[in-house]
T-cell receptor, first 116, second 118 residues
Framework: DTGVSQDPRHKITKRGQNVTFRCDPI?????LYWYRQTLGQGPEFLTY????????KSRLLSDRFSAERPKGSFSTLEIQRTEQGDSAMYLC??????????????FGPGTRLTVL | AQTVTQSQPEMSVQEAETVTLSCTYD???????LFWYKQPPSRQMILVIR??????QNATENRFSVNFQKAAKSFSLKISDSQLGDAAMYFC???????????????FGKGTHLIIQP
């Protein structure tokens, strides 16, 4: 397995448009996370799935954001009516709860979103 | 809510020397995990070292070690024999150890940019 992959790597869009990002986790991982990282900041947690169930959502995840993981494998993050403040790197991570208790999260390369 | 503070936006060290990156955190929980992640330029984040709060012994991974002071809520990273490949952003992160409580997301600090001078 080649690790967590994300597509696209870069996305430029105009304000008001909708965008969708995809994350493919490590194949045996049942947990999947989305984070947002703005310039000069650490990643901020957005949401988390265990299998197909979305178990936790940060208050950062406004109504314009929606995430899905329909079959417990890949996940999508959609942002509707994008705003310039949505410009950031969107990181995906995956982990397995069948391994050690500390549940290491493996990160993907991220999708860099620029909203013009 | 938990918070993680990294007070050093940037650190510089000579190659082969030792550098220590600082991290403090705030939590009311007694059981949790602490991590140091490395994010090289334009590359993905990787785990450097982790510490379980219930363990008194400081974690060590080759040239990387931590100084975990639970009472002081301090978790510093020491890099010995610094190498050019260590240049990166380093993030300190916290995760609750509550299982099934949904508190599974990592809380990160703002990061420290480590520069290695040849």
């Amino acid at each position: 397995d080649t690790g967590v992959s994300q597509d696209p790597r870069h996305k430029i869009t105009k304000r008001g448009q909708n965008v969708t990002f995809r994350c493919d986790p490590i194949s045996e991982h049942n947990r999947l996370y989305w984070y947002r990282q703005t310039l000069g900041q650490g990643p901020e947690f957005l949401t988390y799935f265990q299998n197909e169930a979305q178990l936790e959502k940060s208050r950062l995840l406004s109504d314009r954001f929606s995430a899905e993981r329909p079959k417990g494998s890949f996940s999508t993050l959609e942002i509707q009516r994008t705003e310039q403040g949505d410009s950031a790197m969107y990181l995906c991570a995956s982990s397995s709860d069948r391994t050690s208790g500390y549940n290491e999260q493996f990160f993907g390369p991220g999708t860099r979103l620029t909203v013009l | 809510a938990q918070t993680v503070t990294q007070s050093q936006p940037e650190m510089s060290v000579q190659e082969a020397e030792t550098v220590t990156l600082s991290c403090t955190y705030d939590t009311s929980e007694s059981d949790y995990y602490l991590f140091w992640y490395k994010q090289p330029p334009s590359r993905q984040m990787i785990l450097v070292i982790r510490q379980e709060a219930y363990k008194q012994q400081n974690a060590t991974e080759n040239r990387f070690s931590v100084n975990f002071q639970k009472a002081a809520k301090s978790f510093s990273l020491k890099i010995s024999d610094s190498q050019l490949g260590d240049a990166a952003m380093y993030f300190c992160a916290y995760r609750s150890a509550i299982l099934g409580g949904g508190a599974d997301g990592l809380t990160f600090g703002k990061g420290t940019h480590l520069i290695i001078q040849p």
